[in-house]
Nanobody, 119 residues
Framework: QVQLVESGGGLVQAGGSLRLSCAAS????????MGWFRQAPGKEREFVTYIAWSGGGIYYADSVKGRFTISRDNAKNTLYLQMNSLKPEDTAVYYC????????????WGQGTQVTVSS
């Protein structure tokens, strides 16, 4: 079992930056693949980015490629999402999720943090 707590969301103007964090409990974080997802109002949750347990195996949705960067600090049990050049369409609740089997199947989810980008 792992618990995930996101932080770092907020209101930012278009073109600005935010850094999200996801703090994980438990001793297994370093063995889990991790992902970020987002859900905008009235839309389905969508994949944003993924990072393997080793810090490699990084994937991005086309919509964020070149603007967002995922990283992790296994010593601190923390996942990060650096978001630059933010656009109004990035407005959503952002969730981190844990993939214990490294199969891109996410068994644990955080409660989400709101990101709002104003135009």
């Amino acid at each position: 079992q792992v618990q995930l707590v996101e932080s770092g969301g907020g209101l930012v103007q278009a073109g600005g930056s935010l850094r999200l964090s996801c703090a994980a409990s438990g001793r297994s974080f370093s063995r889990y693949g991790m992902g970020w997802f987002r859900q905008a109002p009235g839309k389905e949750r969508e994949f944003v980015t993924y990072i393997a347990w080793s810090g490699g195996g990084i994937y991005y949705a086309d919509s964020v490629k070149g603007r967002f960067t995922i990283s992790r600090d296994n010593a601190k049990n923390t996942l990060y999402l650096q978001m630059n050049s933010l656009k109004p369409e990035d407005t959503a609740v952002y969730y981190c999720a844990a993939d214990p089997s490294s199969s891109r199947r996410f068994d644990y989810w955080g409660q989400g943090t709101q990101v709002t980008v104003s135009s």
